[in-house]
Each structure stands twice: as C-alpha cells, then as structure tokens.
C-alpha cells in the first residue's frame, strides 16, 4: 500500500538555516525534522534549480538530461535557447507514480512550462512566461484556482536597486503561492504532493547581505534585515496549518536543490579571456562601457580561441573550427588547447592574490552520458564564492557586484533533505549525505513501503 507523503522544496535553503538555527526561523518545520530522517543533501553540477530539480525527481544526471542551466547554447550558434518541460525525456516520480495508480499534486518544480498531463493536477513553475500562458493540467483548473485566490504570480524582478519594492512583491507572490498551495492540498485529492517554492531562493539573492552575519558586505538595514526571517516565518506558520488538516499519517518530507552563500564578488571572465590572448576584439576593450555584453559582431573571430558565459558558473566555448561558424581552433589541437586553458583558469587568484580554488571541468568528467549542447568547460570560481561575469569594460577584472544587477548571494553545494514519518517507520537523527541524485530512489522507497 503506498503512503501519502507531502513534498515542501524550499529553493536554496542550506542546512544552518534548518538544522541549525531552525528553532528560530522555522520552529513548527524544525521540530519534524528533529523528530524525522535529515540529511545533508549534495547537490549536482552545476549547482543550479534548472537542472537540480529535475535531477532529483527523475533520479537523471545534468548530463543525461541534456541540461546544464537554464540556457543553452547550439554549437555553431551564437544566440541562446531557453530550457523548459519539453527537454525533460525521463519519467518524473510523480509521472511514474501516477502510472502506478496514484493520484499527483505537483506546483512550481522547475521546469514543469509547458505543463504535460498527470494523474492528477499541476500547476507550472517560475519559468512560466505569465498567467496569460496554458499553465495548468487540467487546463480548467487555471480558472477555478484563479477565481479561490487570485492570478497566478510566477516570479519577480529580484536584481533590483529597489529593495522596498523587491519586498512588498515577493511577499506578495509568496503568499500567492501558499494561497494556492492550500487550496489545491485541501479540495483535491491527491497520494503524492511535491510543491517548490521559489520565494526562498528570491529572498536569498536580494536580502542575504542584510541577514548573514558572516557576509563580507553584511549590513543591518531596519527594513530589510526583516525580509528572509519574513519569508521564513510565513511558511513555518503556514505549513503548521497546512498540517493540520492534512491526513494523520502523511509522511512530510523538507527539501532544497542546492544550499546558498554570501557572495564576495563577480570576476569578469571574458576579460580576462582578452588579457591572455583567447578571446580578440575588433575593437580595444578598454573604450567599451562598464558592462557591455559580449556580442558576436564584437569578436575577431579569426584570432579567437574561446569565450565565456557568465553566472553561477561559467560555460567557456572553444572556437573549434568545423563546428563553429569561424573556427580558428584545428580539430588536432583541441585537446591540446582544452588542457592549457584550464590550467590557466585554475591559477587564477583573488584581487589581493590569494589562492582560489578553481575548478574547471569537462563535461565528459562529470557525467557518465553527455546529452544536449553541452559546453566544453565548466568552471567554479573559488568554490562558487566569486560569480563569474560575462560582461566587459570594467576597470577591473574584480567586481564588488554581480553585473547582472545586485545580487547577495552564490549557490552553495549543499543543500537539505529531511523525512518525517509519523508511524515512525524511518530511523530517526542525522543520516550523513545525501546525493541528490538518488533522492528518488529514497523517495520511492518511501511512497511504496508496505504500511
């Protein structure tokens, strides 16, 4: 007989938050995963919501999925393409589950746009073009959860300067979500509910400076120091009422995709790209304007070797001539050139020359199977504490600030993953680690023990 269980994903949230101080921000949650199964959860490569949900729920590697971020790049192509449910080929647990005979809730796992039919409902995630757009199974659904709480809110500008507005619209949008998360959990039937909620991972991008301690830039602000205990109280008093109401014997279960950190700086890697003669310009960069992004008519492609994109990591392309449009780079050098430049990427130091810990990887390294447009290095500055920054004409190659607009915090590796059994069918305390990529397996283990 299979077991009802309740999935709460909280984007982003690192193990301090709930293991450790979880008594203070999140008293009702914090005391089931005391008396539950914890784990500290490691994330995949790259350590990014697109791809590590769906890593975690089809029990996949990024590279066996073909996704390594939310967008891509085709080899040859310069412009991108974004991600979205229609490149998710395996079978999701609640897909599977649902073939099995159970009846599936799903809200805001990312990325569920496009929704694709359940058995069951769902309701699509944050990277959803706009409530204008098909975003419920079954498609009526849309209009009932619409008319019990109000238009759907998928997701807000967070990388703003306006911080009281970041504020009043993302509590907004998380109080949506609860709305419609407690509705749907209350009037529809359902075996198996997974629920992510992004309103974390926002709170921690735009706020982390004003509640970690720790940050090297760490400011007490009267107003926004109050923004993530906000967000965290919201959810704790929402999901005791939650609780409440849901059956006795609901097995609960408090999960993130990856953990979270301050972040100390941005490394304009395209710059530095120039500087050791892999990436040439028509023009001289130094008369660019301060976050000028990379263009394809910008680039000396003849003389080119590589360039990068910026993010939570950096995806570096070689120039190789026969699958790019102006490959200057001969096939017979590849290996070659990959070699070198990575040695270069790890020696890279801090801005007062500190050492780094650089890490620059083939995707062949980190995946049995590499699907999709993958990139041919992926680079972790300083163990994610520098964000990589694609843009150019900076005074420096070391920036106090993302360049994509303010933003506190990095990604970290770990993450959360705690089970709470009521029937106390699952030993209790802290587990060790626990590998995203089998917490479907866990899961499954779980959903289909016999009661």
Request: hydrophobic residues 35%; neutral net charge; glycine residues 8%.
């Amino acid at each position: 007989m299979a077991r009802r269980v309740f999935i709460l994903g909280l984007d982003s949230l690192p193990p301090r938050v709930l293991y450790e101080e979880g008594h203070k921000w999140f008293p009702y949650i914090s005391q089931l995963v005391e008396d539950g199964q914890r784990y500290h959860m490691r994330t995949c490569h790259p350590p990014i919501t697109v791809p590590a949900w769906m890593v975690m729920y089809t029990g996949k590697t990024p590279g066996e999925l073909g996704i390594y971020g939310f967008r891509h790049r085709r080899p040859g192509e310069f412009s991108y393409y974004i991600v979205n449910s229609k490149y998710i080929r395996y079978p999701t647990l609640w897909e599977d589950a649902g073939r099995k005979g159970l009846r599936v809730g799903v809200y805001g796992v990312p990325p569920t746009y496009p929704p694709k039919p359940v058995h069951g409902f769902m309701v699509t995630d944050f990277t959803t073009p706009g409530p204008d757009k098909p975003y419920t199974f079954p498609p009526w659904l849309r209009k009932e959860l619409e008319n019990a709480t109000g238009p759907t809110v998928f997701d807000i500008v967070y990388r703003s300067h306006e911080k009281s507005k970041v504020a009043k619209e993302l509590l907004h949008m998380l109080d949506n979500h609860l709305r419609q998360v407690e509705y749907l959990a209350t009037r529809k039937q359902w075996d198996l509910f997974a629920y992510v909620e992004i309103s974390v991972d926002r709170a921690h991008h735009a706020f982390w400076k004003y509640f970690d301690e720790t940050h090297p830039r760490y400011e007490y602000h009267p107003e926004y120091s109050r923004v993530i205990p906000e967000v965290y109280r919201r959810i704790d008093e929402w999901f005791e009422k939650l609780h409440e109401k849901l059956p006795r014997d609901t097995v609960v279960v408090v999960v993130s995709d990856h953990g979270i950190k301050a972040m100390k700086g941005a490394f304009a890697i395209n710059q530095w790209l120039v500087e050791q003669g892999y990436l040439k310009l028509k023009a001289d960069p130094r008369e660019l304007k301060p976050g000028t992004d990379l263009r394809e008519d910008m680039i000396d492609w003849e003389h080119t070797v590589a360039w990068a994109w910026g993010g939570y990591y950096s995806r570096v392309f070689i120039n190789l001539k026969g699958r790019e449009k102006k490959g200057a780079v001969e096939p017979k050098y590849y290996e070659e050139t990959v070699k070198q430049l990575r040695q270069d990427i790890e020696k890279i130091r801090g801005p007062s020359g500190e050492q780094w810990k650089n890490m620059a990887y083939r995707p062949t390294e980190l995946y049995p199977v590499v699907n999709g447009d993958a990139p041919d290095l992926m680079v972790y500055l300083d163990d994610l504490w520098w964000r990589p920054a694609g843009t150019l004409g900076w005074p420096t190659n070391y920036l106090s600030e993302n360049d994509r607009g303010p933003d506190d915090a990095v990604h970290d590796w770990i993450g959360v993953y705690s089970v709470y059994d009521p029937e106390g069918t699952l030993d209790k305390g802290f587990k060790g680690e626990m590998q995203i990529i089998s917490i479907r397996k866990h899961l499954e283990e779980i959903i289909f023990q016999k009661s």
